[in-house]
C-alpha cells in the first residue's frame, strides 16, 4: 500500500514538470490532496476492495498512518505493546482471532479447543494507555475505543454504563481488557453484571455500522438501566484515530 502511495506522488511530480503525461486519475488525486482529502486510489481498489483505512480527511489519513507504522515497526523489533491501538489494524477480527489462538495454547493441558472458547471484556481502571504498566496474564489491553449514544461511568470499585452528558454524543472508554475463556468460566462472571445482566455492545472499526466493519461483541455493565435501553439508543464502540 505504502509503495502504491509513493508511487502515485512520483507520478504527480513528474506529470507538474511535463515527463509524464497527466492522466485523469492524477489529477483527481491532484484535486483531493489539494482539498485535504484521501485520494480514492488510496482509499479502495478499482473492484471496491478496502484498500486502507477509510478516514475522511488526508490529514487524518496521514496521521494514521503514521500511528500504524510507529505501533506495528515497534512490534516486529521485539517491543510488544502493552495496550493495542484497535484502529491501528488493518484486519482487528484477524488479530482478536490469533488472542483467542494464543490463549487456547497455553491452556492445551485443559483440553482448550479453540471452538469452544469465546470472548470475554471487562472494562480496566486505566483511562489512557500510557497508564499500563505490564501486559494481562492472558488476552490483551486495548485502546482506542470511543462509546456513541452512551458514557462510561467510573464508580470507586468498578464501573457502569450512564447516559452521556448534554450535547456530548461520543466518549472515550477506557482501557479494555479482552481475553477468551470457555463457556463455564463465563458463567462464573455472570455476577458481575448484575442485576441488569450486561449490554452487548457492537465494536465496529468505523462509524458505518455493518456487519462488514463489525469487530466483535463487547459486554458491558448496565447498572441502572436494563440492556434494552441502550438497544433502543443504539449504543455502539468505535475504533477511531488518536
Not at 484521501?38 to 487524518?60: A, H, I, K, M
Request: glycine share 6%; hydrophobic share 40%.
Amino acid at each position: 500500500m505504502i509503495g502504491d502511495v509513493r508511487h502515485m506522488l512520483q507520478q504527480i511530480r513528474l506529470a507538474i514538470k511535463g515527463d509524464v503525461v497527466m492522466t485523469n486519475e492524477l489529477q483527481d488525486a491532484m484535486g483531493d490532496i489539494f482539498d485535504a482529502r484521501v485520494p480514492q486510489p488510496w482509499l479502495v481498489t478499482p473492484g471496491g476492495d478496502e484498500f486502507s483505512w477509510l478516514y475522511p480527511t488526508l490529514p487524518s489519513w496521514f496521521k494514521s498512518l503514521q500511528e500504524r507504522d510507529q505501533q506495528d515497526r515497534g512490534w516486529l523489533e521485539g517491543i510488544v505493546p502493552k495496550s493495542f491501538w484497535m484502529a491501528g489494524f488493518f484486519n482487528p477480527q484477524g488479530f482478536l482471532t490469533a488472542m483467542r489462538q494464543e490463549v487456547t495454547r497455553k491452556h492445551k493441558a485443559e483440553m482448550w479447543a479453540l471452538d469452544e472458547v469465546q470472548y470475554f471484556n471487562q472494562v480496566t481502571p486505566f483511562e489512557k494507555p500510557e497508564a499500563v504498566k505490564e501486559r494481562p496474564d492472558e488476552g490483551v489491553y486495548v485502546h482506542g475505543l470511543v462509546m456513541d449514544g452512551a458514557r462510561w461511568q467510573k464508580n470507586k470499585t468498578d464501573g457502569t454504563l450512564a447516559e452521556s452528558m448534554p450535547k456530548v454524543p461520543f466518549s472515550n472508554l477506557p482501557v479494555l481488557h479482552v481475553t477468551a475463556m470457555k463457556k463455564a468460566g463465563l458463567d462464573e462472571r455472570k455476577a458481575m453484571f448484575k442485576p441488569n445482566g450486561a449490554y452487548e455492545c457492537p465494536v465496529y472499526r468505523y462509524a458505518a455500522r455493518t456487519d462488514r466493519y463489525l469487530v466483535f461483541m463487547a459486554k458491558l455493565v448496565t447498572k441502572d438501566h436494563k440492556p434494552i435501553h441502550w438497544t433502543l439508543r443504539g449504543v455502539a464502540l468505535l475504533c477511531v484515530n488518536h
